[in-house]
């Protein structure tokens, strides 16, 4: 394995360039893998590589860590991964646990109750989770007094994350972790890793333990160069201590047992940007340091990214009203911005914050790929009607109404199919040929005085009829 240290930019990203280019130097079509920790970072990457370099390639693969964990699933199972929950559904599981009283229940059940408590909890036991933690095996340390710290807290939380994880295994329930630790078994023997000529990983500065597992087999299986964003200062400055710890603790072993390491940046104190470095500046940096004046920190707690996105919305606010801000001197950063996009254009469109964000849509959102993939699968699903009329309503579905047949109007077919008693299943959609003369009538109020007629004319059923013969046919 091969490290290479340094800035993100410029230096990671021309020597990962550089490296490429090494790699394909007399051999075009030689498969290189890159994997990065975000798709942010993937974006990142064929920016840099497209746009910016100006560089096409053939055979060169950026993955992230979930999309290979995802193909070596595929690959041991010999079919596509399993689906995963969110954390939505398991939260909602540990709500269960909490309200029956299950094993470990008992000294958080108070959280049961409370906004948000089930889910600041969950994100505990994913701790734990992530973390390869063995709950037997921990309560058995846990009640041996093997633990620095007190276990008095520590015994019920791990008697809980015993109870949690056998509830889901019983429901069939996944998250990543069990994805990645599935992916491991796999990783050292993969015929799709080994068709690669070299593997690059490419600006993790932490990992979790089971990704860290499935990065060390890769290592020491493939030819494997390590992209790593860390300067060696001296005297060490805190910009880099985060990554450093790390380094230090799982890579570093990793290159005294061989592993050749290159610094991009020779150690020093100016090895840095001063500008970048600045941010982390104490006041006895300042000396050597650019000055940041005026800077005032807030810390606002929130239990999820709705809440983060609401709390930022209200600040946005504040500081264009009382403080004379304009909104285009105004930014909001995040780790990760996907999970928060929904929220994003809701709070901040109900505001009237104007925003441009980097966060970009699913394609399974776009209304011609929801239209697409109703249509894929209405036979899978039994023609479901809720399905058959969101099709029906999509503007990319194109109705081809046979010459003097009825303007579609797929409201009054929604209203012919629940009057119909239309679910599923072609038997039931041809309840519809009864009224394909007389239409559909039905009573809208019980009340003799107010009672009035809502109808589905005859020709509307035809058109829905004929639509759905074509569909099905």
Same mark, same amino acid.
């Given at each position: 394995m091969e490290v290479i240290l340094g800035p993100f930019h410029p230096h990671l990203e021309d020597a990962l360039v550089e490296e490429i280019l090494r790699a394909k130097a007399g051999a075009p079509l030689a498969p290189i893998l890159i994997l990065v920790p975000s798709n942010s970072l993937r974006r990142r990457l064929k920016v840099l590589l497209a746009r910016e370099r100006g560089l096409s390639f053939l055979n060169l693969h950026i993955l992230t860590f979930y999309q290979l964990s995802a193909r070596l699933v595929e690959e041991r199972c010999g079919s596509a991964a399993p689906p995963l929950s969110d954390n939505a559904l398991l939260e909602e599981l540990l709500r269960q646990i909490l309200r029956l009283g299950l094993p470990g229940a008992a000294p958080f059940a108070a959280l049961e109750e409370k906004a948000g408590g089930p889910a600041a909890l969950w994100q505990t036991l994913r701790d734990l989770k992530d973390g390869a933690v063995d709950p037997a095996t921990a309560l058995e340390a846990a009640r041996g007094d093997l633990?620095?710290?007190?276990?008095? *807290?520590? %015994?019920? /939380?791990l008697a809980l994350f015993e109870t949690f994880l056998s509830g889901t295994k019983n429901w069939g329930l996944r998250d990543y972790a069990d994805l990645d630790l599935m992916a491991l078994d796999q990783a050292p023997a993969s015929a799709y890793l080994k068709q690669f000529q070299r593997v690059f990983y490419y600006g993790f500065y932490d990992l979790t333990q089971v990704q860290l597992d499935i990065f060390q087999a890769v290592a020491r299986s493939y030819p494997t160069t390590l992209f790593f964003p860390l300067v060696h200062e001296k005297p060490k400055h805190r910009a880099w201590t985060f990554a450093e710890r790390f380094y230090e603790r799982y890579v570093h072993g990793m290159a005294a047992g061989g592993a050749r390491v290159r610094n991009l940046v020779a150690p020093g104190p100016v090895a840095a940007d001063a500008s970048l470095l *600045? /941010?982390? &500046? &104490?006041?006895?940096?300042?000396?050597? %340091?650019a000055k940041i004046d005026g800077v005032r920190i807030k810390a606002w707690s929130c239990f999820s990214p709705r809440e983060e996105i609401d709390a930022a919305a209200k600040e946005i606010l504040r500081l264009v009203m009382e403080e004379g801000l304009s909104f285009d001197q105004i930014g909001v950063v995040g780790r990760a911005l996907e999970s928060h996009r929904p929220w994003i254009k809701e709070i901040f469109s109900r505001? &009237?914050?104007p925003f441009v964000t980097s966060a970009e849509a699913p394609l399974g959102e776009h209304p011609l790929a929801k239209a697409a993939l109703l249509l894929a699968n209405l036979p899978l699903k039994g023609y479901l009607r809720s399905h058959v009329i969101d099709l029906c309503d999509s503007p990319f579905f194109n109705h081809a109404a046979s010459p003097g047949a009825a303007a579609p109007r797929p409201d009054l077919w929604d209203l012919a199919t629940r009057l119909a008693g239309v679910s599923k299943g072609i038997e039931e959609w041809r309840r519809l040929e009864k009224y394909l003369a007389r239409g559909i009538a039905a009573a809208e109020s019980d009340d003799e005085d107010e009672r009035r007629k809502i109808a589905v004319p005859a020709g509307q059923v035809r058109a829905l009829r004929d639509l759905f013969a074509a569909l099905s046919g």
């Open positions: 633990f620095e710290e007190s276990t008095d *807290s520590v %015994q019920p /939380l *600045s /941010l982390f &500046a &104490a006041d006895k940096d300042r000396p050597r %340091q505001h &009237a914050i």
